[in-house]
């Protein structure tokens, strides 16, 4: 059964640090490209990066660029978005994705299965 769990998630203050999770089950990462996702209070959910099988990084956005880093360990089959230099507009819901034609993208409707979330606040 195909499943991501995120974890890592929490409130940070501004300009802090925090590295997020996602332990994939079903597929393995050698084989899927999977992406970071985040939606905040209001908006529309939206990219954030992706990393291909072969391990190359895609930014799904412009707003992370030069702060947020991916990651993964095909041996534990999880993928991690590292975020630094936090603002108060990275708060959100960060989700990680597996895409269903296995190509990276920002569209949520070539997503085919979704973590849960994990809550990410930047506040002083």
């Known amino acids: 059964q195909l499943q991501l769990v995120e974890s890592g998630g929490g409130l940070v203050q501004p300009g802090g640090s925090l590295r997020l999770s996602c332990v994939a089950s079903?597929?393995?990462?050698?084989?899927?490209?999977v992406g970071w996702f985040r939606q905040a209070p209001g908006k529309a959910r939206e990219g954030v990066l992706c990393?291909?099988?072969?391990?190359?990084?895609?930014y799904l956005g412009d707003s992370t660029k030069g702060r947020f880093t991916i990651s993964k360990d095909n041996a534990k089959n999880t993928v991690y978005l590292q975020m630094n230099s936090l603002k108060p507009e990275d708060t959100a819901v960060y989700y990680c994705?597996?895409?269903?034609?296995?190509?990276?993208?920002?569209?949520?409707?070539?997503?085919?299965?979704w973590g849960q979330g994990t809550q990410v606040t930047v506040s002083a």
């Open positions: 994705a597996r895409y269903r034609l296995n190509f990276c993208s920002k569209f949520m409707r070539d997503v085919n299965s």
């Open positions: 079903g597929f393995t990462l050698d084989n899927y490209d």
């Open positions: 990393i291909r099988r072969s391990g190359n990084a895609i």
